[in-house]
C-alpha cells in the first residue's frame, strides 16, 4: 500500500522559515517525479515545486523563485521543501504528490501552513 506522509508545517511569522517533508513507502521512490502543491482558502490547487526522479532537474512557481527549494533523498524515500521569507499568501495547506503516471499518482493528506504575524 502506497503512503505518502506530509509533516513540518504550523505558524511562523513573515519573514521566517519551515521545513516541510514527505516521506513515502510502498513505491519505487525513485522513478517517480515528486512536488509540492499548495491550496489556500478558496482557490485552487497550484504547482509550488517540482522535481524529478534523479534530483537533477527542478521547477518552480514564480511566486516561490528564490525563496524555496525543493530537495529528495531517494535513499530515505523522502523528499522536502524549503522554505524561507515566508510571505503570508504563502498561507495554504500544503500537499505532496508523488507521480509516475496518470494511474500512479499519489497525495499525501496535506499540512498546514500560516504566515501571520
Known amino acids: 500500500q502506497v503512503q505518502v506522509v506530509e509533516s513540518g508545517g504550523g505558524l511562523v511569522q513573515p519573514g521566517g522559515s519551515l521545513r516541510l517533508s514527505c516521506a513515502t513507502s510502498?513505491?519505487?521512490?525513485?522513478?517517480?517525479?515528486m512536488s509540492w502543491y499548495r491550496q489556500a482558502p478558496g482557490k485552487e490547487r497550484e504547482l509550488v515545486a517540482r522535481?524529478?526522479?534523479?534530483?537533477?532537474?527542478?521547477n518552480y512557481a514564480d511566486s516561490v523563485k528564490g525563496r524555496f527549494t525543493i530537495s529528495r533523498d531517494n535513499a530515505q524515500n523522502t523528499v522536502a521543501l524549503q522554505m524561507n521569507s515566508l510571505k503570508p499568501e504563502d498561507t495554504a495547506v500544503y500537499y505532496c504528490?508523488?507521480?509516475?503516471?496518470?494511474?500512479?499518482?499519489?497525495w499525501g493528506q496535506g499540512t498546514q501552513v500560516t504566515v501571520s504575524s
Open positions: 504528490n508523488a507521480r509516475f503516471s496518470d494511474n500512479l499518482n499519489f
Open positions: 510502498g513505491l519505487t521512490f525513485s522513478a517517480y517525479v
Open positions: 522535481i524529478n526522479n534523479s534530483g537533477g532537474s527542478t
